[in-house]
């Protein structure tokens, strides 16, 4: 073999060996960027879509890529409507942050219609009927009770939940926990 084809048996050799190693880098790199799997309570939130009082339908997955506080949550239910205006609180002060509030309520649309007017609320609404009790046990709400929070944090995985009553207070340390 001549000095020349050693030295183009070489060169190809050294392309053939960047190029393996750039694309071994660029599928590295793709997999580092990739999302790591939900877990299966999340993902079936993430494809949940729910009534909307005036009428259409909200999808879960809009609220995806930011920190959501979800709340359950019913006309009937005392500890839920003191807690109602505390939410819309939260949001306001951490909109800036990227939280979202989300309420789901566990309760017919006419009852709701009707809260509303007494008491008008500032935070995405969602009907959940009685798939929101099933939902709600899905999500770590073994009791089945109200009211019902859950926070996710902004990859889509619940960082957070509480079953009964969240104060303002408890809403700002968590957040500032999982901001």
């Known amino acids: 073999m001549t000095t020349q084809n050693k030295s183009n048996t070489r060169r190809k050799l050294l392309l053939t060996l960047a190029g393996a190693g750039a694309a071994g880098l660029g599928v590295a790199a793709a997999l580092k960027r990739q999302p790591a799997a939900l877990s299966a309570p999340a993902q079936d939130f993430w494809v949940s879509r729910f009534d909307m009082l005036g009428g259409g339908e909200l ?22 409507v003191k807690e109602l205006p505390e939410l819309g609180q939260f949001q306001r002060e951490f909109q800036a942050r990227g939280w979202q509030v989300l309420g789901l309520a566990v309760d017919s649309p006419s ?59 408890e809403l700002q340390q968590m957040a500032v926990k999982h901001s």
């Open 111 to 169: 009852a709701v219609r009707e809260f509303l007017k007494k008491i008008p609320l500032d935070i995405a609404l969602g009907l959940a009927g009685l798939t929101g009790t099933d939902l709600s046990r899905k999500l770590g709400n073994s009791q089945g009770g109200l009211p019902f929070s859950v926070a996710f944090g902004s990859s889509g995985e619940v960082v957070w939940r509480k079953l009964g009553a969240t104060s303002l207070a």
């Open 59 to 80: 999808l879960a997955s809009q609220f995806r890529g930011k920190p959501l506080l979800l709340n359950f949550w019913a006309t009937w239910c005392p500890p839920c």
